[in-house]
């Protein structure tokens, strides 16, 4: 089974305050689930699942995402009403035989996935977000991930999502989107 795993894509179809809207033109983010599908399309177009780790911001990503394959997602801290009305901000989400713990996160990024692993227990993985910033390592014993940002890298190398492949072990990659 492979999975596309992806987080904090902050596609907004709204005006934005003028600070964050400099912010995205400095750095080319762009405003568009569409283009953000056709940005994964290469990654995505053969996956059996999408995880969303939160803060979709605008509802159009999940329906987008949804045309690759079905989308398990959660609500992050940056999410409307529209999208947070309909998704847990923590759940489990059984796949290819394994149990994976999804949360997005909140606060400052420092530490984030110690506050996150106490939240879930006997699970195989578990997916979070928040941080931008990719990560993939064993915390307690438990394989954590985070894909980064396709959108917005903030302090990360480069924008970024993930890939889970489960075929008799668990194989997490990241992709560099630039």
């Known amino acids: ?3 596309g795993v992806i987080s904090d894509t902050h596609v907004s179809g709204a005006s934005l305050h003028p600070k ?4 995205r033109v400095i750095n080319k983010v762009n405003e568009s689930a569409s283009v953000l599908c056709e940005t994964v399309r290469p990654y995505f177009g053969d996956v059996d699942l ?21 989308v398990e997602a959660v609500a992050g801290n940056m999410d409307p009403y529209e999208i947070s ?10 796949a290819g035989g394994m149990k994976i713990g999804m949360m997005h ?9 110690k506050k996150i692993r106490k939240h879930f227990d006997d699970v ?7 941080t931008h910033y990719p990560f993939d390592k064993e915390v307690a014993g438990v394989h954590m991930f985070n894909p980064g940002s396709p959108t917005d890298r903030r302090w990360a190398p480069s924008h970024s999502i993930g890939i889970i492949e489960v075929d008799k072990e668990l194989k997490t990659s990241h992709v560099q989107l630039d």
Request: charged content about 20%; glycine content about 10%; hydrophobic content about 50%.
């Open 1 to 3: 089974m492979k999975i």
């Open 50 to 70: 999408i995880l969303h780790a939160g803060d979709f911001v605008c509802i159009d990503v999940m329906t987008a995402l949804e045309e690759f394959a079905p």
């Open 20 to 23: 964050k809207l400099a912010s």
């Open 105 to 113: 996160g909140w606060g400052p990024p420092a530490g984030l996935e």
């Open 85 to 94: 009305s309909r998704l847990e901000t923590k759940r489990v989400v059984s």
């Open 124 to 130: 195989d993985l578990i997916v979070f977000g928040h």
